[in-house]
Nanobody, 115 residues
Framework: QVRLVESGGALVQPGGSLRLSCAAS????????MAWYRQAPDKQRELVAF???????RYAYFVKGRFIISRDNAKNTVYLQMNSLLPEDTAVYYCKASSDINNYWGQGTPVTVSS
């Protein structure tokens, strides 16, 4: 059974930092591209960042320079370090694992940026 479990979401003040984690099980983690998406209220889900099996990373323009995605294949975990958080970063953040033939999603972790 495939499971992706996100954690680390919280209420944080503008300018603060958070680190999200996504622990995977039931997949050959190192072979999967791992991504973070987010969905704000009344908005479509959008890609935040992804990291390929070889470590290549890409970021959405709205988080570039503020967020860092990384992976630890020994722990089957992908991380999203979020710095200089803005109120518009408020959303539920989802982890996604992708291969050529399968896509899996986590249940999401909420992030609220507010003073």
């Amino acid at each position: 059974q495939v499971r992706l479990v996100e954690s680390g979401g919280a209420l944080v003040q503008p300018g603060g930092s958070l680190r999200l984690s996504c622990a995977a099980s039931g997949i050959s983690f190192s072979r999967f591209t791992m991504a973070w998406y987010r969905q704000a209220p009344d908005k479509q889900r959008e890609l935040v960042a992804f990291i390929g099996s070889g470590g290549t990373t890409r970021y959405a323009y709205f988080v570039k320079g503020r967020f860092i995605i990384s992976r630890d294949n020994a722990k089957n975990t992908v991380y999203l370090q979020m710095n200089s958080l803005l109120p518009e970063d408020t959303a539920v953040y989802y982890c996604k694992a992708s291969s050529d033939i399968n896509n899996y999603w986590g249940q999401g972790t909420p992030v609220t940026v507010s003073s």
